[in-house]
């Protein structure tokens, strides 16, 4: 009967060591890890880094200490623009001479429905695309009459 294999057949009984992984220096600053260490009276050294973690004022004369709130206060954004009053008369009566729905109109210039309405309620930012489609639309000068 022919054999599976051609040639001799050995077989290679060199032994096969399996270690196990050093352990990762995230292991050993686990708590369990340290007081294994501790109980087997293995030399554990800690530091306690100095205000690590914290947002207290230090003595450090290198960095000056910014006062949060004081630095907040001097960068408030000014208000924004809103629509005026005039302007949004404009629109929604406008649109309602047209018998458009808000919806409709927000399709016609290719908006969200909520854009349309924020103009109506006078809570948008004024933008002049945005009104300039308004405007070729419902056929009424829009633009120059922004503010609050």
Known sequence: ?????????????????????????????????????????????????????SNKKGKSTAVPVINTKKLEEETEPAAMDRVKAEVRLMIQKARLEKKMSQADLAKQINERTQVVQEYENGKAVPNQAVLAKMEKVLGVKLRGKIGK
């Open 1 to 53: 009967m022919p054999s599976r294999y051609p040639g001799a057949v050995t077989q290679d009984w060199e032994p096969v060591v399996l270690h196990k992984s050093k352990q990762k220096s995230q292991d050993l600053r686990d708590p369990k890890a340290v007081n294994a260490a501790l109980r087997n009276g293995v030399a554990v050294q800690t530091v306690k880094k100095f205000d690590a973690g």
